[in-house]
Every structure is written in C-alpha cells, then in structure tokens.
C-alpha cells in the first residue's frame, strides 16, 4: 500500500529548499514514529507526520520554515542515529503534507499530539546555535538510569559507549541504591538526553538481561571531583582518582575525546562466554554488547577483541581497497581489506588490533570521503577472509599484512603520538633537497586539491605544512601522495597536522 499512499498524499512540489517539510531516508525498518519524532521536536513544534515504512523513508512537517532550519543546521556536520544506524535527511520538495484521507494515520497523529504536549511543557532548542550545546546545564540534561537483571557487570566505559550514540556525554557518576545498579548520566543538551531516553528505555545490553529503565533526574548538573571507574567527567581528563593517580592512560583519553562507536549496530555480534546457553536472537530488541572479556585483556571495555570494521556509504566509482589501507592505516596497521563484490558501497577493514579499529572509528566515522559521508563500525566478522586458490574478485580483496608502509610495528614509535583527526592541513616528510615549493605545490593541485598554503619546517627542510581547501580535499590528497615517488627513491610521507599555517 505504501506506492499507492504515495500517488494519493498531495503535496505542493516546490523546486527551491529550503521547506518547512523534511524528508528522511535509510530509516531502520523497526524504527517507531517516536524515535522519528524525536530527531526533530527538541527545534519546534512538528506538525504532521508520514511514514512509508516499506521505502524505509518519513516526511516531517515543521510547524515553521525556521524550525526546519535549525533541525537541518543541527545536523550538518554529522547525521543523527536511529538504532545505531545513519539517518540522512533533507528538505522535501513538498511545502506541506496533506494526508487526511490516508490509511494508518490515526496511530501517527495520536504519537504527534502526545510527544508535542510533552514537549510544550519542558524545552525546546530555539536556534541552531543554541542547539549546538557549548557546555550549557539546564533541565533535562541528566538521565538516571536503573539498570535490571544484571547477569554481567555493567561498567561505566560501557554506558558511556551505549549513551554517547546520542550525543556528547559529559559526567557519569554509578552507585549502588537498594541493591540495584544505577547512573546518572548528563548531556550537554536536553535533546541528546530525549532521544537517549526515547531510545534506549526498555531496552537490554545483553539479551534479555541489563535491562535500561531510564528518567530523567531532578539534578540539572553533576559534581564530579575523581576520575575512577565509579565516576568520570568526560570534559577533564586530568582529574585525579581518589588516589591521586590520573586515571586514564593516554590512548583511551585521546579516543574517548571524540565519539566512540560501539558494536551495536545490525552488524553487531553477541559473543558469550562458552558456558552459556546463547540467547533466542533478537530476544526483547536487546542492544546486542558483546560480553566483555578477561580483565586486562584489552584497553577499550566492550570492544571485545574485535580488529574488523565495517565501513559503508562509500562511493563505489572511486574507492579502492588502496586508499582505505591507507586512510586507515594512519590510525592502526591495516593487514586485510575487502570490498564487498556484490554492494561496492560497503568494505570490511582488517586492523592489527581491536584498539587500533576503535581508534579508526573515533577519528574516521562521518567522515566525508569522494563526495559521501563515511561511516565505520565494528563487523560482526572477526576476520577479513582471503580469496580461496582460483577465486577472481577483480582485485578488491587485498592482504596487506606484510606491506612496508605500516606506522605503527616499531613499539614506542614516533607515529602514536602523532595521531590527529583528518585536518585540512597535512604534514610532510621525506622531501628531498633538489624539491621545491612550487614543486610540492603542483603536485598536489594535480590531485585537484586548492593549495592554500605551504611552508617548509625552519629547521628541518625534508618537513612541510600544506595546507588545503577543505578536510574533504586533504583525506583524497594523503590517500593519493602518500609513499609518492618525489624522484631518485624519495617516498613521500602524509599524515595529518595538529597545526595550521
């Protein structure tokens, strides 16, 4: 019914955006109109709602042009969640959505009309500058979330990964009350706590255990004065544990500064340990953690020793399994990659760790690459597989665990401590003497990059700052000019810079 419900729902088709009317795509086909809603109500009142849930699509009407704006510019620099897995959305072509005479309305209107009535009674964000948070307290920031039928530990690090799906996480505090295991957890906006609350209320870590029943608290912010594992203020990692001691070590402050993903999405796995009858799958919509391991046995709680990515949205006409080794290879060595033969949007990358691929994802997950934003998770595969004796997939399975071009195999090397997120400017190395500026320059114009700056190192000329047009250019020149031959065995190095000229 959803093609007919498409002839019949008459809009008006307008040409020019922006409209007061949104149109989502890529929905997660279990996804409810609550979860839908609650991407755009914290920027103003929605006024009408269409699901074509076969096409996996929604039209949001706005009660004003402007409020649609501040939903678009919110989520500019990144597409928001559901369930763990991108939502894109756009302006419609529509100015407004008519659908009176449609089938399955009722249900849709009766959510908008609750969700609105909640809404005018606590917050709305009232601009996109408003809604890009600073450090801003106010009600509805802090969750509290009592978690049930705890069979396995739940950690801080844990809920951190599952709540910073929503938004930045600022403070978590964890305590024991009346037997039960609860947290308080704060956002930096009242939005990111709505849609975490909306989302994950009800909902299980493992299957049919660690059940999440989520309020919110009456606190509008949290005191934090130790960084442990019972409590952590995510804006200062220099606080000390009670000890005196800083709590973190160096490589989880430097991931947990941007937005871990976690193994919940469709791709994830539940791996338990071999004493456990498996769970029937899917079993209460659980988010599907994997069970953490042996203490010790890994920097990152909840990665559970998984090196493979999942990396999707990319563009087929221009990836290859080459320049993922080597936009990878700048966060962890990258030993194997696949593109999957049959949809060349989506590859599997192959880490040397499971702390290197958490890392690739904090620093690469939406990220935009060859004109689409990429997106990186971790594969329920736990190995990337070779091609068997006789298999032909015109190349796009490649092993790369002996190449040369690896940062990372000398311990204690330079290169971790070098790892930055890609930057318009790059740094370089290796140039021989007898190249000049205009030489570096015109080599990467012929990447079709705009150089906007250059300059060698005063005291070391084999290094240089480049600075080019756009992020975006800088990811496309590295892959292509790193290990470039600059003449007489001169292998160029690209990595991305900290500074700017």
Same mark, same amino acid.
């Given at each position: 019914?959803?093609?007919?419900?498409?002839?019949?729902?008459?809009?008006?088709?307008?040409?020019?955006?922006?409209?007061?009317?949104?149109?989502?795509?890529?929905?997660?086909?279990?996804?409810?109109?609550?979860?839908?809603?609650? &991407?755009?109500?914290?920027?103003?009142?929605?006024?009408?709602?269409?699901?074509?849930?076969?096409?996996?699509?929604?039209?949001?009407?706005?009660?004003?042009?402007?409020?649609?704006?501040?939903v678009m510019n919110y989520y500019a620099p990144a597409a928001p969640s559901l369930r763990y897995q991108p939502v894109f959305i756009q302006y419609s072509n529509y100015r407004e959505l008519k659908t009176d005479n449609?089938?399955?309305?009722?249900?849709?209107?009766?959510?908008?009309?609750?969700?609105?009535?909640?809404?005018?009674?606590?917050?709305?964000?009232?601009?996109?500058?408003?809604? @890009?948070?600073?450090?801003?307290?106010?009600?509805?920031?802090?969750?509290?979330?009592?978690?049930?039928?705890?069979?396995?530990?739940?950690?801080?690090?844990?809920?951190?990964?599952?709540?910073?799906?929503?938004?930045?996480?600022?403070?978590?505090?964890?305590?024991?009350?009346?037997?039960?295991?609860?947290?308080?957890?704060?956002?930096?906006?009242?939005?990111?706590?709505?849609?975490?609350?909306?989302?994950?209320?009800?909902?299980?870590?493992?299957?049919?255990?660690?059940?999440?029943?989520?309020?919110?608290?009456?606190?509008?912010?949290?005191?934090?004065?130790?960084?442990?594992?019972?409590?952590?203020?995510? $804006?200062?990692?220099?606080?000390?544990?009670?000890?005196?001691?800083?709590?973190?070590?160096?490589?989880?402050?430097?991931?947990?500064?941007?937005?871990?993903?976690?193994?919940?999405?469709?791709?994830?796995?539940?791996?338990?340990?071999?004493? *456990?009858?498996?769970?029937?799958? @899917?079993?209460?919509?659980?988010?599907?953690?994997?069970?953490?391991?042996?203490?010790?046995?890994?920097?990152?709680?909840?990665?559970?020793?998984?090196?493979?990515?999942?990396?999707? /949205?990319l563009n087929p006409e221009a990836i290859t399994p080459h320049g993922l080794f080597i936009l990878f290879g700048m966060y962890g060595d990258v030993h194997r990659v696949k593109i999957m033969f049959r949809k060349k949007?989506?590859?599997?990358?192959?880490?040397?760790?499971?702390?290197?691929?958490?890392?690739?994802?904090?620093?690469?997950?939406?990220?935009?690459?060859?004109?689409?934003?990429?997106?990186? $998770?971790?594969?329920?595969?736990?190995?990337?597989?070779?091609?068997?004796?006789?298999?032909?997939?015109? @190349?796009?399975?490649?092993?790369?665990?002996?190449?040369? &071009?690896?940062?990372?195999?000398?311990?204690?090397?330079? /290169?971790?401590?070098?790892?930055?997120?890609?930057?318009?400017?790059?740094?370089?190395?290796?140039?021989?003497?007898?190249?000049?500026?205009?030489?570096?320059? /015109?080599?990467?114009?012929?990447?079709?990059?705009?150089?906007?700056?250059?300059?060698?190192?005063?005291?070391?000329?084999?290094?240089?700052?480049?600075?080019?047009?756009?992020?975006?250019?800088? *990811?496309?020149?590295?892959?292509? &000019?790193?290990?470039?031959?600059?003449?007489?065995?001169?292998?160029?190095r690209v990595s991305f810079s900290k500074f700017t000229i």
């Open positions: 019914g959803n093609a007919k419900n498409r002839k019949k729902f008459k809009g008006h088709r307008l040409l020019s955006s922006p409209s007061r009317v949104l149109h989502l795509r890529q929905i997660p086909s279990d996804a409810t109109e609550a979860e839908i809603l609650s &991407l755009a109500l914290p920027f103003g009142e929605v006024t009408n709602i269409l699901m074509l849930k076969g096409k996996r699509q929604a039209f949001l009407e706005m009660a004003t042009e402007e409020a649609a704006v501040n449609l089938p399955n309305q009722t249900r849709a209107q009766a959510i908008l009309q609750a969700l609105n009535a909640m809404q005018s009674g606590s917050w709305t964000v009232t601009s996109a500058s408003d809604a @890009g948070g600073g450090l801003r307290q106010g009600p509805g920031c802090v969750l509290r979330i009592i978690v049930e039928n705890v069979f396995y530990p739940v950690t801080l690090e844990m809920l951190h990964q599952v709540f910073s799906t929503f938004g930045p996480v600022l403070k978590i505090i964890t305590f024991t009350r009346n037997s039960q295991f609860q947290a308080l957890v704060q956002y930096n906006d009242p939005r990111s706590a709505h849609c975490a609350k909306m989302t994950l209320h009800g909902r299980s870590i493992y299957n049919a255990c660690c059940t999440l029943r989520i309020d919110f608290s009456k606190f509008t912010s949290l005191t934090i004065k130790y960084n442990n594992e019972k409590s952590r203020d995510f $804006t200062r990692l220099d606080f000390p544990s009670d000890d005196g001691q800083i709590y973190m070590d160096q490589p989880i402050a430097a991931a947990y500064g941007k937005k871990p993903s976690l193994p919940l999405s469709s791709d994830a796995i539940n791996t338990l340990p071999g004493d *456990v009858v498996p769970p029937v799958p @899917g079993a209460l919509g659980s988010l599907a953690l994997t069970t953490p391991v042996e203490p010790g046995q890994m920097t990152y709680p909840g990665v559970v020793g998984n090196s493979v990515l999942l990396v999707s /949205n949007e989506n590859a599997l990358v192959q880490m040397a760790d499971a702390n290197q691929a958490q890392l690739a994802i904090s620093h690469l997950d939406g990220q935009r690459l060859y004109g689409r934003v990429l997106h990186a $998770t971790f594969s329920k595969h736990h190995t990337v597989q070779l091609l068997r004796e006789g298999q032909d997939d015109q @190349g796009l399975t490649k092993d790369y665990s002996n190449s040369p &071009l690896h940062r990372f195999k000398i311990p204690g090397s330079k /290169n971790f401590q070098n790892i930055f997120p890609p930057s318009a400017t790059l740094h370089l190395s290796n140039i021989p003497s007898f190249v000049t500026v205009d030489d570096m320059k /015109n080599l990467f114009a012929s990447t079709g990059c705009t150089v906007k700056a250059f300059k060698f190192f005063q005291n070391n000329c084999k290094m240089a700052l480049i600075q080019l047009g756009s992020v975006e250019e800088a *990811v496309h020149a590295l892959i292509e &000019l790193h290990n470039h031959d600059l003449g007489q065995n001169h292998h160029l």
